[in-house]
C-alpha cells in the first residue's frame, strides 16, 4: 500500500486545523478588542452623555469623564 | 501565579507575548515539518508513514497537556479564586478538543498503512476518544453556565474529575494489550528509544506546536477580557 496519500492527509489535517484555529481565534480577539476600543470612545459612554446633559458651564464633577481607562478595570474580581 | 490575577497587569504581559509565540511556533513548525517530511529518514519497520509522526504525537500531547491545563485552573478557581483561572480554563477547551481530534484523525491515517485497520477499540484509542468527548462536554457545561451567569464552579469540577482520564491515556499501552506501540519517550528518566535523526525534528514539532497553542489561549483570553469589559461597562450604563 503507497503510504503517502496517508502522510500527506494528516499534514494536510493538522495544518488546516491548527491554522484554522489559529485564524479564528485571531479575528476573534481582534474583533472583540476593537469592540471594547470603540464603546470607550463611543458619544454613548457616561461620561459623555452626563457632559452633554449639563449644557453651558462646566460639566459638574460627577459627570466628568472618567480618567483614562486602565485595561481590566471594569471587570469583575480584579486581583488585589 | 497570583501576581496574574490582576487583568491588567496580565494583559501587559499577554499582548506582546501573544505575537510572539505566535510567529516563533509558526516558524519552528514550518522549520521542523518540513525536516520531518523531507529530510528525516523512513523508520525501518514501518517506512514512510512513519512520518506521520511529526504531527500525530504533538498533537496527543496536547490534547493531554490542555486538559492537565483545565484541571490546575479548574483546581486555583475553586481553592484560591483566582479571577483569571475560570477564564484560562475555558480558553484552554477549544483548542485543546482541536488537537486531541487531530491526534485521533492522523492516528487513524497512521493505522490503516501500518495495522490495515483505521480504528480499533483498544485502550489508547478508545481513552482518547474519551478525552475528545471529555472536552466537548467540558465546552458545553462552560457555555451553559456562563450564560446562566453562574461562576464557573461545576465547571471547575468537571475539568478536575476529568483528569482522572490522563493516567489512563498515559499507562493504556501498559496496562492492555494494544495494537498501538509503547512509550517511546520518557521525560521523567531523560531517555528515548527513537533515533536522533527522528527525535530532533519530533521535539522540534512539539515545540513549534506548543508555542503556538500557547498564542491561541491567549488570543481566546485577550477575546475574552474584551468581551467582559464591554458587558461590564454595558451594564453600568444601564445602571445610571
Redo the contacts between chains.
Keep these: ?1 503507497n ?2 496519500p ?2 500527506i ?3 494536510a ?3 488546516a ?2 491554522g ?3 485564524l479564528w ?2 479575528a ?2 481582534r ?3 476593537a ?2 476600543a470603540t ?2 470612545s463611543s458619544p ?3 461620561g459623555e ?2 457632559a452633554k446633559r449639563t449644557e453651558g458651564g462646566p460639566p459638574p464633577r460627577s459627570a466628568r469623564p472618567p480618567s483614562p481607562a ?11 | 501565579m497570583h501576581v496574574y490575577a490582576n487583568p491588567a497587569r496580565f494583559l501587559k504581559i499577554a499582548r506582546p507575548l501573544t505575537a510572539w509565540l505566535g510567529w516563533a511556533g509558526s516558524a519552528l513548525i514550518a522549520l521542523a515539518l518540513g525536516w520531518g517530511l523531507l529530510a528525516a529518514p523512513a523508520d525501518y519497520l514501518q517506512g514512510e508513514s512513519a512520518r506521520i509522526l511529526y504531527v500525530h504525537v504533538p498533537a496527543a500531547w496536547l490534547g493531554m497537556g490542555g486538559w492537565t491545563g483545565i484541571a490546575v485552573a479548574s483546581l486555583m478557581q475553586l481553592v484560591w479564586r483566582h479571577p483569571l483561572a475560570a477564564l484560562a480554563a475555558r480558553a484552554v477547551a477549544v483548542p485543546g478538543a482541536v488537537f486531541t481530534f487531530l491526534c485521533l484523525a492522523t492516528g487513524s491515517l497512521w493505522g490503516r498503512p501500518t495495522w490495515g485497520t483505521y480504528w480499533e477499540w483498544d485502550g489508547r484509542m478508545t481513552s482518547m476518544l474519551v478525552l475528545l468527548f471529555l472536552y466537548l462536554g467540558f465546552i458545553a457545561l462552560g457555555g451553559a453556565e456562563q450564560e446562566k451567569g453562574g461562576e464557573g464552579r461545576t465547571t471547575a469540577i468537571f475539568g478536575l474529575v476529568g483528569a482522572v482520564n490522563l493516567p489512563v491515556i498515559h499507562y493504556s499501552v501498559v496496562w492492555w494489550n494494544t495494537l498501538h506501540q509503547g512509550q517511546s519517550i520518557s521525560f521523567v528518566r531523560a531517555s528515548s528509544t527513537i533515533d536522533a535523526s527522528m527525535l530532533w525534528p519530533l521535539l522540534g514539532s512539539a515545540l513549534g506546536f506548543s508555542l503556538l497553542f500557547g498564542a491561541i489561549v491567549l488570543m481566546r483570553m485577550r477575546a475574552e477580557l474584551a468581551r467582559l469589559k464591554v458587558e461590564a461597562r454595558m451594564k453600568r450604563m444601564a445602571a445610571q
Design positions: 500500500m503510504p503517502w496517508f502522510v492527509a494528516a499534514y489535517l493538522t495544518l486545523g491548527t484554522g484555529i489559529a481565534s485571531w476573534a480577539m474583533r472583540a478588542e469592540e471594547a464603546f470607550r454613548g459612554f457616561p452623555v452626563a486602565k485595561a481590566g478595570d471594569e471587570l469583575p474580581g480584579r486581583g488585589r
